[in-house]
């Protein structure tokens, strides 16, 4: 049982290149979650998922597109990278049905726009 | 809508002493209250969370917190404090949005520093 898992834990991107970062859970969550975290700023939701085939935004969403083909995995995308996206990049997961459960957070992707 | 505020960025502690690290809270319906800690390089990790009745909830590596409806407060509290507790902790808060789904909001995060 690996938990949720991020791939990949680097990346250096230039602006204007695009790039998918993935999140995989297999504890059979139904919610998953996209957060980027900056000094100062805490975490903040980007994308989020209550199933299979469903998205919505979180709190600064622009920039980022997401997607959940299967229930196991959520893809966060750049499609044109800017510098002020630089941050550490974390996905979470949580089983679902009960507001009061517990999330689950992968270890993180450092992500540098030069 | 609902915000939650950890007004310490640092909080230094010498080792065997007790430790505080404060959260308060503000939503517009019954909370369900949260506290993570992140070591360096790595996610979140879930100590203890307040959902309802007792107001004092017991967490993991014997951190325990307090809920204060009065104050709207949630402190996260140990009698005695290690080196290894040195981390950087979250308080969240999670309250039903009016699509009916449950969002998390965190807050920026207060850095504890035990000293030996």
């Known amino acids: 049982n690996a938990g949720v898992t991020q791939t990949p834990k680097f990346r250096v991107l230039k602006t204007g290149q695009s790039m998918t970062l993935l999140c995989a859970q297999d504890?059979?969550?139904?919610?998953m979650y996209w957060y980027r975290q900056d000094p100062g700023m805490g975490l903040r939701l980007i994308h989020y998922s209550v199933g299979e085939g469903t998205t919505a935004k979180g709190e600064v969403p622009d920039g980022y597109n997401v997607s959940r083909l299967k229930k196991q995995n959520f893809l966060l995308g750049l499609e044109s990278a800017a510098p002020s996206q630089t941050s550490v990049y974390f996905c979470?997961?949580?089983?679902?049905?009960?507001?009061?459960?517990?999330?689950?957070f992968g270890p993180g992707t450092r992500l540098t726009v030069l | 809508a609902q915000s939650v505020a950890q007004p310490e960025d640092q909080v230094n502690v010498a080792e065997g002493n007790p430790l505080t690290v404060k959260c308060t809270y503000s939503v517009s319906g019954n909370p369900y209250l949260f506290w993570y800690v992140q070591y360096p390089n790595r996610g979140l990790q879930f100590l203890l969370k307040?959902?309802?009745?007792?107001?004092l909830v017991k967490g993991s590596y014997g951190f325990e917190a307090e809920f204060n409806k009065s104050q709207t407060s949630f402190h996260l509290k140990k009698p005695s404090a290690l080196v290894s507790d040195s981390a950087l902790y979250f308080c969240a808060v999670r309250v039903r949005q009016s699509g009916g789904s449950y969002i998390p909001t965190f807050g920026r995060g207060t850095s504890l520093i035990v000293h030996p």
């Open positions: 504890m059979n969550h139904e919610y």
């Open positions: 979470a997961s949580r089983r679902g049905g009960a507001s009061t459960d517990t999330q689950y």
């Open positions: 307040y959902i309802t009745g007792d107001n």
